[in-house]
């Protein structure tokens, strides 16, 4: 089955430093990767997405992810933390074939961001 | 385009009492997806429709249901409300044609149990 490991529950950086979310993954192939930022009180919404090519993956909002195959690894980064970026942050894994599996996410990482 | 609508925003129900929710896709968006999230458990999948037929459903109990509409819309209920039931129950629609599960989250409708 697959899984999603966020091993950070809670970071805090500072404004203008960089950011490093981590994210581990378990599946028996090559799965669609997603990273997903949610704002106190809202939904999830979309930051980036890897189904295949280039490993190194631009989003929005300044945004940008590496898959790692090796480490099974789907690691979401940021090379200067803005305030408005403190929120809580989703790695999600979707099954690449075979249609109707859902989609799992992570337990989350709720990113402080500190002046 | 607008994006996905759930309605209502917050419900207040008491324990025994039963609920509806709403969700309105994006604009050709056949499949739309149901989660619970809650601060212990996380994002827990409920179930996914796609073209009115559940395509997969998640470990709850039946009390949990849903349905899905020729225009997309789709609706869950939940019978006999629990305490535990409490939590932001959100929706999101995708478009599966291709295989694209990148998700486009509603705002939530947190539900509240008494």
């Known amino acids: 089955a697959q899984s999603v490991t966020q091993p950070d529950i809670h970071i805090t950086v500072s404004e203008g430093a960089s950011l490093e979310l981590r994210c581990n993954y378990s599946y028996g192939a090559t799965p669609y990767l997603f990273w997903y930022v949610q704002s106190p009180g809202q939904g999830l919404q979309l930051l980036l997405k890897?189904?295949?090519?280039?490993?190194l993956v631009q989003g929005i909002k300044g945004f940008e992810a590496e898959f790692k195959r090796s480490q099974s690894s789907f690691n979401l980064r940021k090379p200067s933390v803005h305030w408005s970026d403190a929120a809580e942050y989703f790695c999600a894994v979707g099954p690449r074939l075979g249609g109707y599996q859902k989609v799992t996410f992570g337990t989350g990482t709720k990113l402080q961001v500190i002046p | 385009k607008a994006g996905v609508t759930q309605t209502p925003r917050y419900l207040i129900k008491t324990r025994g009492q039963q609920v509806t929710l709403s969700c309105s896709p994006i604009?050709?968006?056949?499949?739309v997806s149901w989660y619970q999230q809650t601060p212990g458990q996380g994002l827990q999948f409920l179930f996914e429709?796609?073209?009115?037929?559940?395509?997969n459903k998640g470990n709850f109990p039946g009390r949990f249901s849903g349905r899905q509409f020729s225009n997309s819309r789709s609706e869950m209920n939940v019978s006999t409300l629990e305490l535990g039931d409490s939590a932001l129950y959100l929706c999101a629609s995708s478009f599966r044609e291709t295989g694209d599960y990148g998700y486009t989250f509603g705002s939530g409708t947190r539900l509240t149990v008494v």
């Open positions: 429709y796609f073209s009115e037929t559940q395509r």
């Open positions: 890897y189904f295949s090519g280039d490993t």
């Open positions: 604009s050709g968006h056949r499949s």
